[in-house]
């Protein structure tokens, strides 16, 4: 018994391996994107707002983003994600993006995944 729920779980992971999507190096992302934001506070909360360029030759889309939540030691106290909508233009194109956020002493924000587009018509394979 003991080796069919070992079997099976690992059918399980493989099948997962098959289905997910591909990595986005850090290297890829640092080359082609570039990150401006800040922190602005209103009523209610922390806003991060700021601007993702896009250096590539291609358009990109569906971006999302994580916002890591940093102590006074930049330790990683929480962690969000929020998505960048619309198309990010290439060839230093830009799109705006606030993200509301709990409150903390510091953030980092990061590009998690994007999509190329191709051409005139809808998405490419994620990066």
């Not at 401006?36 to 506070?41: A, G, I, K, M």
């Not at 998505?83 to 060839?91: A, D, L, N, Q, T």
């Not at 999509?115 to 998405?123: L, Q």
């Amino acid at each position: 018994m003991r080796r069919a729920i070992v079997a099976v779980a690992l059918v399980a992971l493989a099948a997962g391996a098959v289905h997910a999507d591909p990595l986005v190096s850090p290297d890829t992302i640092a080359r082609y994107f570039r990150l401006e934001w800040q922190v602005s506070r209103n009523a209610k909360r922390p806003v991060i707002q700021g601007y993702v360029y896009n250096e590539a030759f291609r358009d990109a889309e569906h971006m999302h983003l994580q916002i890591d939540r940093l102590d006074a030691a930049g330790a990683v106290e929480g962690t969000s994600s929020a998505w960048v909508i619309g198309k990010i233009p290439r060839s230093g194109g830009r799109a705006y993006f606030t993200i509301p956020v709990a409150a903390a002493t510091s953030y980092r924000v990061l590009v998690l995944s994007f999509d190329w587009t191709c051409g005139e018509g809808g998405g490419g394979g994620a990066m």
